[in-house]
């Protein structure tokens, strides 16, 4: 040990730490490399690290009970959904009227629909409380209905929500049904003695969509303006005032707006229109804005009883796309066999899953990280998420078209339906605390598989790791290049500097285009073509006037002359910036992060000017001059939504509008996803293409 | 030897019947019931039981003949003039049972527990009095009530009893279970318990089955011996109970028309009749109340159904041809004075005895639709605001009918106004701030000042004392509705204050809001009829009071299930504590100052030399890439990582 320290005291003593550290600087080319690799290899792996849901919260026991919803109540439902179909301009009144025969306290919500604005610093606050623009007339109010059942026993500080959208200018089947599964179970619910928490059935008027409607309804129970609406007034909208009339013998009732308590949990009800004719079937949509999850718990319930209990099959979004693409299925066959060999060395090892269940378990797997990355919600669920109430969509998909159902008989449709999310509510309902002890952060692979965060935060860390590495290898070369001398020294910290400076107005450009819409959104009369010419066309005026405003001599380093590594030390800050923006999108929307350093580390990572490309004419300088001009093309905004769309979607009809009013979908859903796209994707795109570009 | 105690006592008696005669003449018990049907198809069931003992200055001491003694230690020990201890279940419902009456604005609670004490010693005494009491009553009741004792859970309200004053504690535990075994030791300071009487009608499961169900414990103590008169204690106790009449499953109708009202009997509630009186009661009756507005509905419906037949109202009534049946004559029938007036039939249980047994029954006959009167406000709390930050809460204010008929009387007045009080308690973690108090008045926002006229707010102090805000208010007569609203913060709690089940939130008990103008209370002119110590205290003059909900606010919990992570931390910090410590303790300083001497350079500029060099030396290695592979992985270190790797795969395979 000694001796070792006298060899060592000879020269400077590196820590390990610092050793490995400048070991991996030094090889940046393969550590980069291995990193990338490695990241996608661990991202096609996650199906396979997925793991069986379970319920997590013991309070929760579904299934336990019997269940108590009976052929009469169905029976009763029936009737309703055959009223409902029957008579359908006064749909409002004959809901109200079953709503208040059980006891029931039915108020009626009258709100305006909200429209489509975009505001700019509208992201990650709270939802506002009432925009509501003034030449609104009164046939365009929308009204949703709320019963509310008493626990008889319970203390009213927690509630339950179900809701079923519908129009009422038009009941289609489907929604007619679902009001019916909706009502059997508040009617058991209105005799039940087991009730702990309050049920708030809600109909949503859906003419306007159904997102706004729950989300006018959750306003104003969360946050009321405490406004008086002067419409509500005038004498247009008495036909809609006689209706807040509380309907029924209990006139005197206090009919304003009625509340429950804190809400536990919500459920929104829905029936396809369409029937699928192999067998029923329960969609899951649990995605809120900006790739917020309900707790797994949430759906946990539904799937256990849905599978266990109702015998339903229990489905969640997935890329039908995928399932015909040979390559994801030679890998599963791969895996599969790799799995068996491991099982052939050591019975233990249960990591092999067959093909079909890989492929399968990718397809969700895309579909939730596509699903959660977009930002947007699935359904109506989105709205309750925005006050932290746990809410998931359940879409019931029937064997036989509902318009069918309704003509014969819908009743064992009713019941399996009924009883289903009788067995969802009883089991919210045991719930003592608030939905806290399952995960959060997860994504689903199936419905009774998911992957933690900590599991699928590891291939994102490798897609991320090698970019301050590669940085600080640039760094490193840079400095390195130029002899230590006093002067040069202080011209380097210029150098770098400079690049800082092009580096920030490229982003200060990229938040200018991303406000661009905002003023766009003023002109009247424009389709989203248009729109998008005359987007991209500012976009690039303001580039080119960036351009010259930065080349103007004012803002020029003192030492003027080009630099030979200039777009070294570009690309090290550009990087970093990358990184760190992706560090932060991680946090905010993780798979948004993910989706985006799968398009954009690679361009990062091997970014080198044509020129010098071209210049040494071999063969691999070649091929990275040919990578990194179809990857700039690929990795520009439209373009990689193009591509991700055909990807998921289809390439089919795909319109270059289509860009426009997806971006025009992610900033009325306030998606943290467009500012991502704006602020850090876009800029890196740029900068990267000036580097490519760049005159060495 | 018995013999001369006997005497004794007798001879003491005899001393002492002038004093007693003075003072009360005896102890007393009554047991009452009050039966009422209400709107929505249910039936309230009050039972009232009163225990009066007279007090003399050593009768502490004595044994009581009726009178619980565990409840007169008490009164003695802490001194108490009054007090209320109630535990409730359910939710009374305003709208539909009533909030005018005074069975609603005295019997209606918020759930759980609520104990309110009035001391008569030195206000610097109260706390410590207060404290000790908790820890008795929840000895005796079996209930959590000792968790009132922490200050930080009780309050000192100033204008909820002016008599009073600072010598008031309040407090409520809105999340206390309230079971049997509540029940039980209330029903032993009863004489007759629940063997005789009408407290033998206290099934356990039909009263655990009910809609709403409430025990209380009034004791009003006089100790003024002075007066002579009126000194001694008046134990309360009240159970009222809402349910509903057969629930069977078949009973599911779901048509829209109106319904008959479920025809019922005592032993149809409660599956028990009376079997005679307790003994040892002064008197016990059952009432029937038959409301203002459905004997007006029932009157009007006759009129209809039999315009013709002039029937002599007074037999009508007292047999029960009012539109249902009673299927025992009353023993009495009493009319409240005013012209829409209430009926009261009252049934004297003396006669009845096993054999014949008291089971009253209700029989309707038609259809009726008739409302309870209201509060003349309805008050609702809620919260506003989501996530764990901060939020409001909004007190809402609607006016009913009631105060459109308070209007049209009082009309004559040029400026009608409506008094309101507020009291709301706010526990410390939720951090009102009291400045932001709005006030709405018919959906506009007003100045608060315009309408308070008495504030009283005592901020709460954080882990020492609630939050109490009293608010007077007084609204013009015409208001439509009114919102107070007040925002808070949401504090952070010790990791060792949460309560068990901490993420299901914290609770904010409920605001009282009364009205001090109107009074609860019914006027019946029959002497007769306010001996009867429960229609006495139906017929009090008491402002009419009503309770708001209890609001759950969800507040920042820390993950309970951590002790990995804490584990985890604290090893770090020991492995970095415990590395840099023989770091320290290994490191030859001789040595290292010998090598600086060698190199015979400054000590700043040698640390600075290494620190360059060391870090250029690190720029300079990845000139030659080969040169740092080769010194970072040694072939020494390949070998060594396929020795444990072999280690490690014999492990798995082999050994195991």
């Known amino acids: 040990m000694a001796e070792s320290e006298t060899v060592t005291a000879t020269k400077p003593r590196v820590r390990r730490f610092v050793r490995f550290g ?115 007339s009164c046939s365009s109010l929308g009204i949703n209905i709320a019963g509310i059942i008493r626990a008889p026993r319970g203390d009213g500080k927690e509630s339950i929500v179900l809701v079923t959208p519908y129009n009422p200018r038009r009941v ?174 050591n019975p233990q090892w249960k990591f092999g899953i067959s093909a079909t269940e890989y492929v399968e378990g990718a397809a969700t797997l895309a579909s939730s990280l596509y699903l959660q990355g977009l930002g947007v919600p699935t359904g109506p669920h989105g709205a309750f998420r925005d006050y932290q109430v746990d809410a998931i969509t359940l879409e019931i998909s029937p064997k036989v078209s509902p318009d069918k159902m309704i003509s014969r008989s819908p009743n064992e449709f009713i019941l399996r339906g009924g009883r289903l999310i009788e067995g969802v509510v009883r089991s919210i309902n045991n719930l003592l605390e608030k939905f806290h002890q399952s995960f959060f952060l997860y994504l689903l692979t199936s419905s009774s598989k998911f992957v933690s965060v900590g599991v699928y935060m590891i291939p994102f860390a490798l897609l991320v790791a090698p970019l301050p590495i590669v940085a600080g290898s640039l760094y490193a070369e ?219 | 030897m018995a013999l001369a105690s006997t005497t004794t006592l007798a001879l003491s008696i005899l001393f002492l019947l002038p004093f007693l005669s003075s003072a009360t003449v005896e102890e007393e018990f009554h047991e009452e019931l009050l039966l009422k049907p209400l709107p929505d198809r249910k039936v309230l069931a009050h039972f009232h039981f009163q225990t009066e003992a007279p007090v003399a200055e050593d009768s502490f001491a004595r044994h009581h003949h009726l009178f619980p003694k565990s409840i007169s230690q008490l009164v003695k020990k802490f001194h108490i003039k009054a007090m209320e201890l109630s535990f409730t279940q359910g939710r009374w419902n305003y709208e539909r049972w009533g909030g005018l009456d005074p069975i609603s604005s005295q019997n209606a609670k918020p759930p759980g527990v609520e104990l309110w004490a009035v001391f008569d010693v030195p206000q610097h005494q109260v706390d410590a009095f207060w404290k000790n009491l908790t820890h008795s009553l929840s000895g005796l009741f079996c209930a959590s009530i000792n968790f009132l004792e922490s200050s930080s859970s009780y309050s000192a309200p100033k204008w909820a009893s002016q008599s009073a004053l600072g010598s008031l504690r309040y407090g409520t535990l809105p999340r206390e279970a309230v079971c049997t075994e509540n029940l039980t030791p209330w029903l032993k300071l009863l004489p007759c318990r629940d063997k005789a009487g009408l407290s033998a009608l206290m099934d356990r499961p039909s009263i655990y089955r009910s809609f709403y169900h409430s025990q209380r414990l009034h004791l009003k103590a006089s100790m003024a011996p002075a007066d002579g008169l009126d000194s001694g204690i008046i134990l309360e106790q009240t159970l009222t109970v809402v349910q509903q009449p057969n629930i069977q499953k078949t009973d599911l109708s779901f048509s829209n028309e109106f319904k008959i009202q ?287 909900e209890v609001l759950l606010v969800p507040l920042t919990t820390p993950d309970f299930s951590m002790p990995y992570n804490v584990i985890t931390i604290t090893c770090t910090v020991f492995a970095l504590y415990f590395g840099s410590l023989l770091n320290v303790l290994r490191r030859r300083v001789g040595e290292e100052e010998r090598l600086l001497k060698a190199n015979k350079a400054p000590f700043l500029q040698q640390v600075i030399n290494k620190l360059s060099s060391r870090f250029r030396g690190g720029l300079s290695e990845s000139t030659q890439p080969k040169q740092p592979s080769s010194s970072f992985i040694t072939p020494k270190l390949i070998i060594k990582i396929i020795l444990v790797a072999g280690l490690a795969v014999v492990w798995q395979f082999y050994l195991k």
């Open chain 2, 262 to 548: 479920p025809s019922w009997s005592l032993s149809s509630i409660f599956g028990r009749k009376v079997n005679g009186r307790c003994v040892l009661a002064k008197s016990s009756n059952v009432y029937l109340q038959v409301e203002r507005d459905l004997v007006a509905q029932l009157e009007k419906l006759q009129k209809k159904t039999a315009t013709y037949a002039d029937n002599d109202t007074g037999i009508d009534v007292l047999r029960g041809d009012l539109g249902f049946e009673v299927s025992i004559t009353p023993d009495r029938v009493h009319r409240e004075l005013e012209k829409s007036s209430s009926i009261l039939y009252e049934y004297s249980i003396k006669e009845y005895n096993d054999t014949e047994q008291f089971d009253l029954g209700l029989t309707w006959k038609y259809p009726v639709v008739w409302s309870c009167p209201l509060a003349p406000l309805y008050a609702s709390r809620f919260l506003i605001g989501s996530g764990n930050e901060r939020g409001s809460i909004a007190i809402s204010l609607k006016s009913t009918e009631l105060t459109k008929g308070f209007i049209v009387a009082n009309n004559v007045e040029e400026k009608c106004k409506l008094q309101v009080n507020v009291l709301q308690i706010v526990p410390w973690y939720i951090k009102v701030y009291y400045h932001t108090l709005q006030l709405l008045v018919d959906g506009k926002p007003q100045a608060a000042t315009d309408f308070i006229e008495r504030m009283s707010v005592s901020p709460s102090e954080d882990k020492v004392s609630t939050g109490v805000m009293e608010l007077v208010l007084r609204f013009p007569c015409e208001i439509k509705s009114a919102i107070l609203n007040i925002e808070f913060d949401k504090g952070f709690l010790h990791i060792d204050e949460y309560p068990p089940d901490a993420n299901q939130g914290f609770d904010i008990p409920s605001a009282i809001i009364s009205f001090p103008d109107f009074h609860a209370g019914l006027q019946f002119s029959d002497d007769s009829i306010s001996k009867s110590p429960m229609m006495s205290k139906l017929q009090e003059k008491s402002p009419v009071l009503s309770y708001t």
């Open chain 1, 172 to 345: 289609g089947p489907g929604e007619a049904l679902s009001l019916g599964i909706a009502y059997s179970v508040f009617s058991l619910l209105s005799r039940v003695t087991w009730l702990a928490k309050d049920v708030i059935w809600l109909v949503a008027d859906s003419q306007y969509g159904e997102y706004s409607a729950v989300s006018a309804w959750l306003r104003e129970y969360q946050a009321p303006a405490f406004r008086e609406v002067d419409i509500d007034n005038s004498e247009t909208c008495n036909a809609i005032n006689e209706l807040g009339q509380n309907p029924s013998s209990d006139r005197k009732l206090y009919s304003g707006f009625r509340r429950a308590g804190t809400m536990a949990a919500a459920l929104v009800i829905k029936v396809a229109e369409q029937g699928n004719r192999h067998e029923d079937i329960l969609n899951i949509y649990p995605e809120a804005s900006n790739g917020q999850m309900p707790n797994l718990d949430l759906i946990n319930i539904v799937n256990y009883l849905g599978v266990h209990k109702r015998g339903l099959r229990v489905k969640v979004n997935k890329m039908l796309s995928l399932f015909g693409s040979r390559w994801l299925n030679t890998l599963g066959g791969i895996l599969e066999s790799l799995g068996q060999i491991a099982r052939s060395l």
């Open chain 1, 22 to 136: 400048i070991f991996l600087i030094s090889h940046s080319n393969y550590v980069s490399f291995i990193g990338f690799v490695s990241g996608i290899v661990a991202l096609l792996l996650l199906p396979i690290l997925a793991k069986n849901t379970y319920i997590s919260e013991n309070a929760l026991m579904p299934g336990s009970a019997n269940n108590m919803l009976s052929t009469q109540h169905v029976f009763h439902a029936t009737e309703f959904v055959n009223d409902l179909t029957g008579s359908v301009s006064e749909s409002h009144k004959i809901i109200a009227q079953y709503m208040s025969a059980l006891e029931a306290e039915v108020t009626y919500h009258k709100f305006h629909p909200q429209l489509n604005q975009f505001s700019p610093l509208h992201f990650f606050t709270s939802p506002d409380s009432g925009i509501v623009s003034k030449n609104i």
């Open chain 1, 478 to 696: 840079a400095s390195k290049s130029t002899p230590s001398s006093e002067v040069v020294v202080k011209h380097n910290s210029w150098k770098w500097l400079n690049s800082a400076r092009k580096v920030l107005a490229i982003h200060l450009w990229g938040a200018v285009v991303s406000l661009l819409p905002y003023f766009l959104y003023q002109i009247p009369n424009s389709t989203p073509t248009t729109n998008f010419t005359v987007w991209g066309f500012l976009s690039a005026l303001s580039l080119l006037i960036l351009y010259f405003v930065l080349g103007s001599p004012i803002f020029e380093s003192p030492t003027s002359q080009p630099e030979k590594d200039e777009w070294a030390s570009l690309k090290s800050v550009t990087i970093a910036t990358t990184f760190i923006g992706l560090s932060l999108m991680s946090v905010i929307n993780f798979a948004t992060a993910e989706i985006g350093a799968l398009l954009i580390v690679p361009i990062c990572l091997i970014a080198r000017p044509l020129k010098l490309d071209i210049q040494s004419r071999s063969f691999r300088t070649l091929t990275r001059a040919t990578c990194n001009l179809a990857l700039g093309l690929i990795v520009f905004p439209p373009a990689a939504f193009f591509l991700v769309k055909g990807a998921f979607e289809d390439f089919y009809g795909i319109n270059v509008g289509d860009y426009w009013n997806w971006v025009e979908s992610l900033w009325t859903w306030n998606s943290a996803t467009y500012l991502y796209v704006g602020i850090v994707h876009l800029p890196c795109w740029a900068l990267c293409m000036h580097i490519l570009f760049h005159p060495c």
